[in-house]
């Protein structure tokens, strides 16, 4: 009997720890799935970006614009993810402790709710251009979202300015 119970013991905390991981893979690829959704965006404004900054040939105005997102009221859409209780009225919010990546008002327990954090990880200046022209952000997803009960992922990408030089 010792052996039975032993045995049972070991296959019930098998199947807890097998439930574990695979949760934790489904989280792995819908917070790179999030990650790639979010930092597309932010390529795409930053290539903007660099056209109006060449087109205006102005010094400086790509790093301006940068600052004037992450300053203002948000303005970037926040990007559409499968399987995520998301709104049309989402915008990327930078530097706000874990905000929710969905309208608390209109969760749904069937999709995924997390939470995020985006923030300016650092930037280089360019003595060629007078300016900043690189820019790192970090963006840390809690794939739990009020829980926090898995252990956080970190993503980072880098934009830059390459035209701008008189």
Known sequence: MLAIGLGLLAIFGLGRLGLQSAKETEHDQRCAMMADAVFETLREYNARFVDEARTNNVPGTWWTQWQAIMDDPPSIPFPPIAGMSASDEL????????????????????????????????????????????????????????????????????????????
């Open 91 to 166: 915008f990327l919010r930078f530097h706000k402790p874990f905000e929710p990546a969905y309208k608390p008002e209109e969760i749904s327990l069937t999709d995924w709710n997390p939470r995020y954090l985006i923030r300016l990880s650092g930037e280089e200046y360019s003595p060629i251009s007078s300016s900043v022209n690189t820019i790192r952000f970090e963006l840390i997803i809690y794939p739990d979202g009020d829980t926090y009960s898995s252990k956080y992922r970190l993503f980072r990408t880098t934009l830059t300015n390459p035209g701008g030089l008189p």
